[in-house]
């Protein structure tokens, strides 16, 4: 008998552990795997019971449901039929998450059994245009947020002459409703490592760091498991698979700081510096890592490459909309039904993923507003909700599609609230370094304070500050403040003439 | 360096063990100041001129460094650490209020710590749990859907 419990964060922060060790408690003739996630997390923990080669789900389990996984199936109180029927699974196109939730992630061989590797063994085959060629491509846009062409920026570092090129991982994934990076890191961390292997290659860099939160320990180990793994198996090393060049590659932990996030403070850090941000140029593609030229992409950028490698880039290239190409692990969370990863073609309307999707709230009110890209995205009303989700879409209604997080609120949300912890959060993570982003977030939540109060000359305060913070600023911490504060305004204007009214 | 009463020379071999783990590598402070924090629970003030010496960086840049990065403390924390997560997602599912219940059950507010040495009270943004919040963390074991249930047990000691 062999049962599938996740090991994935939600999983794990929803009692899978215990879950786990009560499956083995039984003593039974069992193989208990510690799968990834399947993303579905208002059903985690969610064990899967293989049954004649097909996956059964169980959940949300709870330790009392465990005694009865060793009965008739059929009548467990929690069973919810084959997995991959379930509507959830059936409706996606899993490309870069294919394998998350299925395999045992420190498993190379199942990792192999499941298409891991042949992206590899093709660019293997190929020179390093031809590999820039092929992501360049596939049309795929970097997907940490800034959404810039990762064929573009890889041809960036390979024309560059060094004697010494890196590939930097980006995997401070800091902003609230955004965990695809770490469900692939728990889920699939060999994808990861194939996708920055490949990276290496294209460019000539010979070493890659993984720039990894602290917030995420179950990721770490993951990862740093993974990354031994594949150097004893040789994937990494003086021969990549024992024929290709040389690339090795080492797990970096932040320290707790937001704006580590953006590359160049990234980088910073890295060196063992303060986090804050550097001008460009010099662009990171020519003078990144230790002044060196190197290449930093977003987790799932780069494991996404192996797919586009294994499929073809004309594959990838024809899912999506416009000039958003591929596709894209939606992240569902905060005050919804049904709240988790879902990847899927671009394109889908905001509202189809809200209310149908998602299932609406959690609470069962209505939807009020739904935040997209993290803390530095826009408050999207329902009007709004027929925005097809793209780069450019979003971009054109005065938001962001970011990491594709997307934050649910009810209509007992008061928006005032929201925009003045924009600016407290800003005014926390500020790196210092740029006066727009430093003193402009602290003046930001005294406006807020007094629009609270009740005085409406703040207003147009607020809104000039904004132009200059979204003008002057750095990088997005400051630069992109303003979309969140200036949508709530925009959108949700009852909010703050209330607390002109009860003022009054 | 001589040693002090907080910083011996027990301390200061612990010190140089975790600064020879860390030689040749790029970039090493930030992993040098985590084994240091795993280690003896802080960065000890004594430590710092040492680990500046030995990367050749001067005093003022390694406490730059260091009061930089939320995750390193300039003193030990309580016995155990709760950090609740206060980002968007798991305000929309109630943290607020849920963080209000901590502080006023613990009596302390955010980095403070209990008088009798116990918790110690921290915010995080974001821990990844977005759609099962609100979110916690307690001495790295994680919470999903905390409620005032879960977070009074905590308090109490007991598993979530």
């Known amino acids: 008998m062999k049962i599938y419990v996740p090991l994935d964060s939600a999983a794990v922060a929803l009692g899978a552990d215990d879950i786990a060790a009560a499956i083995t408690a039984q003593g039974a003739d069992v193989t208990v795997v510690r799968n990834g996630s399947r993303g579905m997390v208002w059903l985690e923990p969610l064990v899967e019971v293989e049954v004649d080669g097909v996956r059964h789900g169980f959940g949300p389990m709870d330790v009392s449901d465990v005694p009865e996984l060793f009965g008739d199936l059929t009548a467990h109180p929690k069973a919810l039929g084959p997995v991959e029927d379930l509507p959830w699974m059936a409706g996606q196109t899993r490309l870069t998450f294919a394998r998350c939730g299925i395999i045992d992630p420190l498993s190379l061989d199942d990792y192999r059994a499941h298409s891991g590797l042949a992206g590899l063994e093709r660019a293997l085959g190929m020179d390093g245009a031809a590999i820039v060629a092929e992501v360049t491509d596939s049309g795929l846009r970097g997907r940490g947020g800034a959404g810039f062409p990762t064929g573009i920026k890889w041809n960036t570092v390979a024309l560059a002459q060094a004697d010494q090129k890196y590939i930097v991982c980006n995997a401070d994934e800091g902003d609230s409703a955004t965990f695809a990076d770490r469900m692939i890191m728990e889920g699939d961390p060999f994808t990861l490592i194939e996708g920055m292997i490949i990276a290496g290659i294209a460019t000539g860099a010979t070493k890659g760091y993984v720039y990894l939160r602290s917030e995420y320990p179950v990721a770490i180990r993951v990862m740093n498991d993974a990354v031994r793994i594949a150097r004893e198996a040789g994937v990494l090393g003086a021969s990549v698979m024992g024929k290709g060049p040389a690339f090795d590659m080492e797990i970096r932990v932040g320290a707790g700081a937001y704006v580590c996030g953006e590359e160049t403070s990234l980088l910073n850090s890295l060196e063992g510096k303060r986090g804050v941000v550097r001008a460009k140029p010099p662009l990171p593609a020519l003078e990144g890592f230790l002044g060196k030229p190197t290449v930093v992409n977003n987790v799932i950028s780069l494991a996404t490459v192996p797919v586009i490698f294994e499929r073809g880039a004309a594959f990838y290239r024809d899912f999506g909309l416009g000039r958003s190409r591929g596709t894209i692990p939606l992240q569902i969370a905060g005050n919804v039904k049904h709240g988790g990863l879902y990847e899927i073609a671009f394109g889908l309307p905001l509202g189809e993923i809200v209310d149908t999707i998602a299932g609406g709230t959690a609470s069962g009110r209505p939807v009020k507003a739904v935040q997209v890209g993290g803390p530095l995205g826009a408050y999207f009303p329902r009007a709004l909700f027929d925005t097809p989700f793209g780069y450019e879409e979003f971009a054109g209604k005065e938001g962001l599609i970011g990491h594709a997080g997307l934050t649910v609120f009810d209509d007992a949300q008061d928006m005032l609230k929201m925009a003045r912890f924009a600016m407290e959060f800003c005014a926390i993570e500020s790196c210092g370094k740029c006066t727009p982003c430093r003193i402009g977030a602290v003046r930001g939540v005294e406006t807020m304070d007094r629009i609270a109060a009740g005085d409406a000359a703040a207003i147009p305060l607020l809104t000039d500050l904004c132009d200059t913070m979204k003008e002057g600023s750095l990088c997005a911490l400051g630069g992109f403040t303003p979309y969140p504060v200036m949508s709530a305004l925009t959108h949700f204007p009852d909010d703050f003439a209330t607390a002109k009214e009860a003022a009054e | ?160």
Do not use: S
């Open chain 2, 1 to 160: 360096m001589t040693a002090t009463a907080l910083f011996g020379d027990a301390e200061q071999e612990v010190l140089a063990e975790i600064l020879t783990a860390h030689r040749g590598m790029e970039g090493a402070l930030l992993p040098i100041l985590h084994a240091v924090q795993h280690a003896f629970g802080h960065v000890p003030a004594d430590a710092l001129p040492i680990i500046a010496k030995d990367q050749d960086i001067t005093r003022a840049e390694a406490h730059g460094v260091m009061t930089f990065y939320h995750d390193f403390r300039d003193h030990p924390a309580g016995r155990r650490v709760l950090k609740i997560c206060r980002a968007e997602a798991c305000q929309a599912m109630g943290a607020d209020a849920l963080a209000d219940h901590a502080r006023a059950a613990l009596g302390v507010d955010w980095h403070e710590t209990t008088p009798d040495g116990a918790i110690t009270l921290e915010p995080v943004f974001c821990l990844g749990l977005c759609a099962c919040g609100p979110a916690a963390m307690v001495d790295g074991k994680l919470v999903g859907r905390a409620d005032v249930a879960k977070l009074d047990k905590i308090i109490a000691g007991e598993a979530a």
